[in-house]
């Protein structure tokens, strides 16, 4: 079945380090991926997402940025952190475990702090 | 753009007592509604979902029916307890094919009291 693995669960970082979150999805191949983000106490925000290797549309301009090495593999990265980054980071696949019709599937998700 | 609209939380009940949570969307064409749930300190669930006007989604005693006369999708459940508080996030994607983004409420924080 599939799966969709994040890491690291939580991580908190100085302001102006970098950055690298990792997604990958298990079980299925050329899988479309998500980057979003959630602040406190508000929703959901699209940040990135992408189609296939090296194919990465981003949706807010910002200061993150993500690429996608491999065809299940998607990372979250930023040369230097703001405090205005924290917040919580989860990434999706397009799809349900079983192929069980169609929908998303949500990593964890990591938990960023910006100190 | 397409969009969705849920109530404002957080709402708060007794258990056993009756859930709506309102949702409703605007969106070209005829997207795919779902609810996710998201439980503290986790990611998100989803707990249903309805690709077609008129179909009902449903799990764990949760409802929502799929209106496309009214755009809403309408989160329901009989009898809440204490395990349901989380927070209840609506949201739509504009096709049944690839690479469509998913767009969500603001979500509704759900209290449940004994």
């Known amino acids: 079945s599939q799966t969709i693995h994040q890491w690291p669960a939580t991580l908190v970082q100085p302001v102006g380090s970098p950055l690298s979150l990792e997604c990958t999805v298990e079980g299925t191949s050329n899988p479309n991926l998500y980057w979003y983000r959630q602040a406190a106490g508000r929703g959901l925000q699209l940040l990135f997402y992408?189609?296939?290797?090296?194919?990465i549309s981003s949706e807010v301009p910002q200061n993150l940025s993500a690429s996608r090495p491999q065809d299940r593999q998607f990372i979250l990265s930023s040369k230097k952190l703001l405090l205005s980054d924290s917040g919580f980071y989860l990434c999706a696949w397009e799809g349900l475990p079983g192929g069980s019709g169609y929908g998303y599937t949500f990593g964890s998700g990591t938990r960023l702090t910006v100190v | 753009g397409d969009s969705v609209t849920q109530m404002e939380g957080p709402v708060t009940l007794s258990e056993e007592a009756f859930l709506t949570i309102n949702c409703t969307y605007t969106?070209?064409?005829?997207?795919?509604l779902f609810w996710y749930v998201q439980y503290p300190g986790e990611g998100l669930q989803l707990l249903l979902k309805?690709?077609?006007?008129?179909d009902k989604g449903s799990n764990k005693g949760f409802e929502a029916t799929y209106r496309k006369e009214t755009t809403s999708f309408h989160l329901e459940k009989g009898s809440v307890q204490v395990s349901d508080s989380a927070v209840y996030f609506c949201?739509?994607?504009?096709?049944?094919?690839?690479?469509?983004?998913?767009?969500f409420g603001t979500g509704t924080q759900l209290k449940v009291e004994l």
């Open positions: 969106a070209t064409g005829y997207p795919s």
């Open positions: 992408s189609v296939g290797i090296g194919q």
């Open positions: 949201a739509l994607s504009p096709f049944t094919g690839g690479g469509n983004k998913l767009t």
């Open positions: 309805a690709t077609k006007a008129d």
